[in-house]
């Protein structure tokens, strides 16, 4: 059973094309998190959700959109894909958002390429 | 704000070496500190966190202790598998200022190579 499972895995795509990333986590966690992973395998925080609602959003372009359906699923939509925009995309998720004492569980990576 | 600097990489290692990647930190307040690995094509994993000064974390033979004099998180390990190939990430979270919610703060990770 994934904890934590994001699909595509791979995705390679043209510059200025819109792709979607969908993450599910079936951990009963409230909060769920966007990470992104450049080339040189620096990881920084792009959003995170708690309970549907918006909590943490790191300066992320406005291309970049987050939609939680529900508390389960945090998909993430990218409009106009730039070359800059490859990378790999881990969701995560934690019971709470108070850091620290509430262990964070990642998916397996969205290692998308922008042609 | 938070930061968290790693020893830089790659390190390679013979089987059965002694390993040692440095973690230092800087954070307001309180921080709880992780080590994450990521093997090759994988995620993420916990590897050991530890939540107050002097806790040791341990998993796998891997361990590390919360030095908040010297603001350190060093990872260790006394003898390398080649399985323990991998990035390593030393991470923190700590509440910011004026709110109420905790977000990791990564370290660049080090990548490890262990030949047998």
């Known amino acids: 059973d994934t904890a934590v499972s994001q699909t595509p895995k791979y995705l390679v795509t043209q510059m200025g094309n819109d792709k979607s990333i969908k993450c599910e986590q079936n951990?009963?966690?409230?909060?769920m998190y966007w990470y992104k992973q450049d080339s040189k395998k620096f990881l920084k925080i792009m959003f995170s959700y708690n309970n549907k609602e918006l909590i943490i959003n790191e300066t992320v372009p406005n291309r970049f959109s987050p939609k939680s359906p529900d508390k389960a699923h945090l998909n993430l939509h990218i409009n106009s894909l730039e070359l800059g925009d490859s990378a790999v995309y881990f969701c995560a998720s934690s019971q709470g958002w108070t850091g620290g004492l509430n262990t964070i569980y990642f998916g397996e990576g969205s290692w998308l390429t922008v042609v | 704000g938070n930061s968290v600097t790693q020893m830089e990489g790659p390190v390679t290692l013979s089987e059965e070496a002694f390993l040692t990647i440095n973690c230092t930190y800087t954070?307001?307040?309180?921080?709880?500190l992780f080590w994450y690995v990521q093997y090759p094509g994988e995620g993420l994993q916990l590897l050991l966190k530890?939540?107050?000064?002097?806790d040791k974390g341990s998993n796998k033979g891997f361990e590390a202790t919360y030095r908040k004099e010297t603001t350190s998180f060093h990872l260790e390990k006394g003898s390398v598998q080649v399985s323990d190939s991998a990035v390593y990430f030393c991470a923190l979270s700590a509440l910011p200022l004026g709110t109420s919610y905790g977000k990791l703060t990564f370290g660049q990770g080090t990548i490890l190579t262990v030949h047998p």
């Open positions: 954070a307001t307040g309180y921080p709880s």
């Open positions: 951990l009963g966690h409230d909060t």
């Open positions: 530890a939540t107050k000064a002097d």
